[in-house]
């Protein structure tokens, strides 16, 4: 009888063990290995906290992407918050400092999405708010929307592979 309820007991743990799933979660590191064809990767780092134009991220990850063809540079900032609270409040500050006020409060529906593109001090900029996250490219026009067109395809790619 003892034998029969140990197997019972360690059935039902294999069954539990082995049948739990675990959900990966992206994380702004995943993006590291992003390099639209025909760049050279000037600096790549991701931290706890950052700064993106003398704002600092809290509690979030930033994933910074310096890239450059010929003469011509990119910037690419990926970041994760811990709330999306905390990310529109980011969304919000970061976009007054490069874009007009009234844009900036038209730009986004807090916690869910946001877009803001066109030109500003730094150079051509496209930047998306979804959730925790924020996406900013910075650079001349044409090569940001190349990019972008670019990044949008390796995360797709990406989420597929985490997900799987």
């Known amino acids: 009888m003892d034998k029969i309820k140990w197997l019972i007991i360690l059935f039902l743990l294999f069954l539990l063990t082995s049948c739990s799933t675990t959900k ?8 590291a290995g992003f390099n639209p064809g025909g760049y050279m990767v000037v600096s790549t ?27 011509e540079s990119l ?11 905390k990310a529109s409040s980011f969304w919000y500050k970061w ?7 009234l844009k900036v409060v038209l730009s986004a529906i807090p916690g869910i999405y946001g877009e803001l593109s ?8 496209e ?5 925790k996250w924020i ?10 929307k190349e990019t972008v067109k670019a990044f ?13």
Do not use: C, H, Q
Not at 95 to 101: A, D, P, R
């Open 127 to 131: 930047s998306w708010l979804s959730g």
């Open 24 to 31: 990966r979660e992206l994380s702004p590191g995943n993006f």
């Open 152 to 164: 949008k395809e390796y995360m797709k790619e990406l989420k597929k592979s985490v997900e799987s």
């Open 135 to 144: 996406y900013i490219f910075r650079g001349e026009k044409t090569a940001v």
């Open 45 to 71: 780092r991701v931290e706890l906290g950052g700064e993106l134009d003398g704002l600092y991220v809290e509690n979030g990850v930033t994933l910074t992407i310096r890239l450059a063809k010929g003469t």
């Open 118 to 125: 066109g030109n500003a001090n730094s150079g051509y900029i």
């Open 95 to 101: 976009g007054k400092l490069n874009f007009n006020e």
């Open 75 to 85: 910037e690419i900032y990926v970041v994760k918050f811990d709330k999306a609270l």
